[in-house]
């Protein structure tokens, strides 16, 4: 563990005591995809409620690389490619995150080729590319594997067409809706898919004079047209998966804890299952109260593309059904590594037995005794604190880098509610 990579947390030994509010700051799955937008435009493009996560910091570095300027003070983030020159994406940098891959439909429509590593990001299971290769082929693109790197190529532009999603992807989506706008014709994009940080990339390419039909739907139709600078700043929309993170703490050991800063309609399926836990909420129209119940009720879980339980969420609401009554069972359809972090959890008393890859069951109500752990990946990072949390005795969880890069000052907002945690 490097310095100031460990979070030390004083457990509350199952007391529900965390009282106030929590602000939620802007999405990292929807900051990183206008930033990579961004460089679609000859001109400045200026966004507002950007978090400071060190995905933000890591994109901008790999847009400079590229070419383009990037400024980040304090919550305002400004992206100005009209220089932009490089196709060549870092492999460093662009293998530190799964965002990366969104790059190469912006570089492949507006500079006729792009070079770039197999993207990495989390540890959660297979993460191929093999979608956003087939697609761009059929737009005319050519393809070339050389050693670990990939090029597409496609210098006098993409064609138009039709492209169907064998399987929902969001970085697929909103890859191919960047790259449209510039393309020789229509183009059709077909199961796709509906996040509502989907939507938020729409309007900022609508932002910037695009044409686009549908971005929600399964059904996304962009037609050619001029980008141009923006003219008023773009403001991220608040990130539904730290409020679901936040909600899941406040379901284990709210007293009465607000999440401020949320558009509630983002969070239909999560506020479902806490609703069928017995969790006490209060549903504002940018804020949600909640309240620990004295009992928590078992349910029946599944991930599902948006509008179903985000994938983002289940580790976090792993922690709050190991304090259910009965029998949980957790259905994990997205990612077939995303329940391994569970091993940690058990060994801090949960009673969870994975089934298989993509199911696994728990049984509560067993309080969980402080381990020192590590984060593996962002979310089952953030499970972790929350584990710690309600836990008796003092935890480390570290890896707290691997937090930073979704979640901006995470200890601070949690002692501002009222958790013991600090970092060092
Ligand atoms: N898939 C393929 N081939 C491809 C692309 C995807 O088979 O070419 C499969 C994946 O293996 C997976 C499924 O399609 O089984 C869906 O994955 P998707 O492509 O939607 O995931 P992603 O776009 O790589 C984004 C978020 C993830 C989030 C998922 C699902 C970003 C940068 N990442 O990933 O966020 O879990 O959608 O909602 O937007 C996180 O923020 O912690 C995170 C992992």
């Given at each position: 563990?490097?310095?100031?990579?460990?979070?030390?947390?004083?457990?509350?030994?199952?007391?529900?005591?965390?009282?106030?509010?929590?602000?939620?700051?802007?999405?990292?799955?929807?900051?990183?995809?206008?930033?990579?937008?961004?460089?679609?435009?000859?001109?400045?493009?200026?966004?507002?409620?950007?978090?400071?996560?060190?995905?933000?910091?890591?994109?901008?570095?790999?847009?400079?690389?590229?070419?383009?300027?990037?400024?980040?003070?304090?919550?305002?983030?400004?992206?100005?490619?009209?220089?932009?020159?490089?196709?060549?994406?870092?492999?460093?940098?662009?293998?530190?995150?799964?965002?990366?891959?969104?790059?190469?439909?912006?570089?492949?429509?507006?500079?006729?080729?792009?070079?770039?590593?197999?993207?990495?990001?989390?540890?959660?299971?297979?993460?191929?590319?093999?979608?956003?290769?087939?697609?761009?082929?059929?737009?005319?693109?050519?393809?070339?594997?050389?050693?670990?790197?990939?090029?597409?190529?496609?210098?006098?532009?993409?064609?138009?067409?039709?492209?169907?999603?064998?399987?929902?992807?969001?970085?697929?989506?909103?890859?191919?809706?960047?790259?449209a706008p510039?393309?020789?014709?229509?183009?059709?994009?077909?199961?796709?898919?509906?996040?509502?940080?989907?939507?938020?990339?729409a309007?900022?390419l609508k932002s910037c004079g695009a044409n686009i039909?549908?971005?929600?739907?399964?059904?996304?139709?962009i037609?050619?047209s001029?980008l141009?600078?923006?003219?008023?700043?773009?403001?991220?929309?608040?990130?539904?998966?730290?409020?679901?993170?936040?909600?899941?703490?406040?379901?284990?050991?709210?007293?009465?804890?607000?999440?401020?800063?949320?558009?509630?309609?983002?969070?239909?399926?999560?506020?479902?299952?806490?609703?069928?836990?017995?969790?006490?909420?209060?549903?504002?129209?940018?804020?949600?109260?909640?309240?620990?119940?004295?009992?928590?009720?078992?349910?029946?879980?599944?991930?599902?593309?948006?509008?179903?339980?985000?994938?983002?969420?289940?580790?976090?609401?792993?922690?709050?059904?190991?304090?259910?009554?009965?029998?949980?069972?957790?259905?994990?359809?997205?990612?077939?590594?995303?329940?391994?972090?569970?091993?940690?959890?058990?060994?801090?008393?949960?009673?969870?037995?994975?089934?298989?890859?993509?199911?696994?069951?728990?049984?509560?109500?067993?309080?969980?005794?402080?381990?020192?752990?590590?984060?593996?990946?962002?979310?089952?990072?953030?499970?972790?604190?929350?584990?710690?949390?309600?836990?008796?005795?003092?935890?480390?969880?570290?890896?707290?880098?691997?937090?930073?890069?979704?979640?901006?000052?995470?200890?601070?907002?949690?002692?501002?509610?009222?958790?013991?945690?600090?970092?060092?």
């Open positions: 563990m490097t310095s100031k990579n460990v979070f030390t947390i004083e457990g509350l030994a199952g007391k529900k005591t965390l009282k106030g509010s929590i602000p939620v700051y802007g999405a990292k799955n929807n900051v990183l995809k206008v930033m990579a937008a961004a460089i679609l435009i000859e001109g400045e493009s200026k966004f507002t409620n950007v978090p400071n996560i060190a995905d933000v910091t890591s994109l901008g570095r790999i847009l400079e690389g590229l070419g383009a300027f990037v400024t980040h003070k304090g919550s305002e983030l400004t992206v100005s490619a009209k220089g932009l020159s490089g196709s060549v994406l870092d492999p460093v940098l662009a293998k530190s995150m799964r965002a990366s891959i969104v790059l190469i439909g912006p570089l492949l429509a507006r500079l006729g080729s792009v070079t770039f590593p197999h993207p990495g990001g989390d540890v959660i299971g297979e993460r191929p590319i093999d979608i956003f290769i087939s697609g761009f082929q059929k737009l005319g693109a050519s393809y070339l594997e050389s050693g670990d790197s990939y090029t597409l190529s496609a210098p006098n532009g993409i064609s138009g067409g039709e492209i169907f999603f064998r399987i929902v992807s969001v970085t697929a989506t909103e890859t191919f809706m960047m790259a510039l393309a020789k014709a229509p183009i059709t994009l077909k199961n796709c898919a509906m996040e509502p940080e989907i939507v938020a990339l309007e900022f039909e549908g971005a929600g739907t399964p059904t996304i139709i037609h050619p001029t141009t600078q923006p003219t008023s700043a773009f403001a991220i929309v608040p990130d539904r998966i730290e409020a679901a993170t936040f909600l899941a703490l406040g379901a284990i050991a709210g007293e009465e804890l607000t999440v401020t800063g949320v558009i509630s309609e983002h969070l239909d399926a999560v506020l479902e299952i806490l609703h069928m836990m017995g969790a006490m909420l209060t549903v504002g129209k940018d804020s949600i109260t909640i309240r620990a119940p004295q009992t928590l009720n078992s349910v029946k879980l599944r991930t599902h593309e948006y509008p179903g339980f985000p994938t983002d969420a289940q580790a976090p609401m792993m922690v709050a059904l190991t304090q259910a009554e009965g029998e949980s069972t957790v259905v994990e359809t997205i990612f077939n590594g995303r329940l391994n972090y569970t091993t940690e959890l058990v060994s801090m008393g949960a009673k969870i037995a994975v089934v298989n890859p993509h199911r696994a069951t728990v049984k509560g109500k067993t309080p969980l005794k402080a381990r020192d752990i590590d984060g593996p990946d962002i979310r089952a990072g953030l499970a972790y604190i929350l584990a710690a949390a309600i836990a008796d005795g003092t935890s480390h969880v570290g890896n707290a880098h691997l937090m930073d890069r979704g979640y901006e000052a995470i200890e601070k907002r949690l002692a501002g509610v009222g958790l013991k945690i600090t970092r060092s």
